[in-house]
């Protein structure tokens, strides 16, 4: 069964069982940057996605907004330090893609060489070409060898300032967040339902069997130096399936640090 008949078809046996859980299903996919408008989004497999029947985010604000002392923000610097890794990083790849085109090609010409005859005018004409490209191969060798020169050492300054904030904020989490787990506990007792848990399959979906009522569905997929968090509500009426979609455009972007 296709990816696109496969979740008509779970929404549609959840209406025979209208007087039991609603079925919820959620998708979790995302565009890829170099993907064209036209590209499919890759499904998120493997993505832990919980239903919580609370705002967990409203809990961690209140704690936040009663905490002794004030969440250390993350420094500019460290922003934008990461911003320059991530464009240093792209870089080398570029040119490691580069490099990598331009040693086929001449593995490619100078193959047609081995098999021509030195008298030809097409030999001479190769020829020219092959060496013209030796000459720019070996630039953008240079230029992939100082781009990750670069890449690396903004990495390692990158990584040492990142962990000392990530240290003074991981210490102020444990003191303000101490009683989370009580107050959570309380939400989901007031609530009369249950927090559901599900991990996405191969085509990123996950399914939920869910009484009626509010829900948040929240999710955290990592990327390089972010991270996409989704704190969605939803409403969950009996006899109604409902069709989630987790993407880029309903995600928040977060720094990793």
């Known amino acids: 069964m296709t990816r696109s008949n496969f979740l008509p078809a779970i929404l549609g046996a959840a209406l025979l069982s209208a007087c039991g859980p609603t079925q919820v299903v959620v998708t979790a996919e995302i565009a890829q940057n170099d993907q064209s408008q036209d590209a499919e989004p890759r499904a998120l497999g493997d993505l832990e996605i919980r239903l919580f029947p609370y705002d967990r985010d409203a809990i961690f604000d209140s704690l936040t907004a009663t905490a002794a002392r004030p969440e250390p923000p993350?420094?500019?610097?460290?922003?934008?330090?990461?911003?320059?890794?991530?464009?240093?990083?792209?870089?080398?790849?570029?040119?490691?893609?580069?490099?990598?085109?331009?040693?086929?090609?001449?593995?490619?010409?100078?193959?047609?060489?081995?098999?021509?005859?030195?008298?030809?005018?097409?030999?001479?004409?190769?020829?020219?070409?092959?060496?013209?490209?030796?000459?720019e191969y070996a630039d953008v060798e240079d230029e992939r060898d100082a781009a990750f020169e670069a890449f690396t050492s903004l990495q390692g300054a990158s990584l040492a300032a990142a962990q000392e904030i990530r240290l003074l904020r991981e210490t102020w989490a444990d003191e303000a967040y101490a009683e989370v787990g009580v107050a959570m506990t309380a939400h989901e007792r007031a609530s009369g339902l249950q927090v559901l848990a599900d991990t996405t399959d191969a085509n990123g979906i996950a399914e939920f069997e869910a009484d009626a009522g509010d829900y948040w569905v929240t999710a955290r997929y990592e990327l390089p130096y972010t991270e996409l968090y989704w704190n969605i509500s939803i409403t969950v009426v009996r006899g109604e399936p409902l069709q989630v979609r987790l993407m880029r455009d309903n995600a928040s972007s977060r720094p990793k640090l």
Not at 91 to 110: F, G, P, Y
Request: overall charge negative; charged content about 30%; glycine content about 2%.
């Open 74 to 135: 993350i420094p500019d610097s460290v922003l934008t330090a990461q911003n320059q890794v991530a464009e240093s990083q792209q870089a080398w790849r570029d040119a490691e893609a580069r490099w990598n085109t331009l040693r086929d090609t001449l593995r490619t010409l100078s193959d047609e060489l081995d098999q021509m005859n030195r008298q030809q005018g097409q030999y001479r004409v190769l020829y020219n070409e092959f060496q013209d490209m030796e000459d």
